[in-house]
T-cell receptor, first 116, second 112 residues
Framework: ETGVTQTPRHLVMGMTNKKSLKCEQH?????MYWYKQSAKKPLELMFV???????ENNSVPSRFSPECPNSSHLFLHLHTLQPEDSALYLC???????????????FGSGTRLTVV | RKEVEQDPGPFNVPEGATVAFNCTYS??????FFWYRQDCRKEPKLLMS???SGNEDGRFTAQLNRASQYISLLIRDSKLSDSATYLC?????????????FGTGTRLQVTL
């Protein structure tokens, strides 16, 4: 399988539930990302993993917890979410950029999350 | 001022028309630029990378003007399948952190 695969595609969860989103890439990329996309807002960067090390956490609440066990897999663990966390969560991967250049990202299809 | 600013549209154009989108960015140190397209309820897909003054790929031309801090995307001979939201994306590496910043997108609707 090629590209970036995200599961599940849709998720409905209660505020007390714990769930995990999964992302897998087979592109040989060495950087992976979690983004949040809400209606009428630009994509918001949540976490960056470069060479399996978290290099950025964009002031995301602790109810979101990322995990990157290897360069091909990325998880987003969710617990005690709020209704305002309902959004499309997108995983992306790329080659690690240099000081002056970034490489294009390949996005997964996303998980549409609804918190009830 | 927003980091990346785009006209949200929608741009409604007939098939065959030429349409141009502009995008402005606030940080003059930004280093790489991209255009992505996003279809309704789908993920963004990379359309073009812009590292120097411009790039052309078939009907699509991207131009970068660093002095004025804007990037443009020109689509010639529009097709119905070009209908989508076009996202302007800017990369900045400060040495201690790097990030891509996405604009809110410009929606294009191509009609018969």
């Amino acid at each position: 399988e090629t590209g970036v695969t995200q599961t599940p595609r849709h998720l409905v969860m209660g505020m007390t539930n714990k769930k995990s989103l999964k992302c897998e890439q087979h592109l040989g990329h060495n950087a992976m990302y979690w983004y949040k996309q809400s209606a009428k807002k630009p994509l918001e960067l949540m976490f960056v993993y470069s060479l399996e090390e978290r290099v950025e956490n964009n002031s995301v609440p602790s109810r979101f917890s990322p995990e990157c066990p290897n360069s091909s897999h990325l998880f987003l663990h969710l617990h005690t979410l709020q209704p305002e966390d309902s959004a499309l969560y997108l995983c992306a991967s790329s080659l690690k950029g240099t000081a002056n250049r970034a490489y294009g990202y390949t996005f997964g299809s996303g998980t549409r999350l609804t918190v009830v | 001022r927003k980091e990346v600013e785009q006209d949200p549209g929608p741009f409604n154009v007939p098939e065959g028309a030429t349409v141009a989108f502009n995008c402005t960015y606030s940080n003059s140190a930004s280093q790489s630029f991209f255009w992505y397209r996003q279809d309704c309820r789908k993920e963004p897909k990379l359309l073009m990378s812009v590292y120097s003054s411009g790039n052309e790929d078939g009907r699509f031309t991207a131009q970068l003007n660093r002095a004025s801090q804007y990037i443009s995307l020109l689509i010639r001979d529009s097709k119905l399948s070009d209908s989508a939201t076009y996202l302007c994306v800017v990369y900045l590496n400060t040495g201690t952190a790097s990030k891509l910043t996405f604009g809110t997108g410009t929606r294009l609707q191509v009609t018969l």
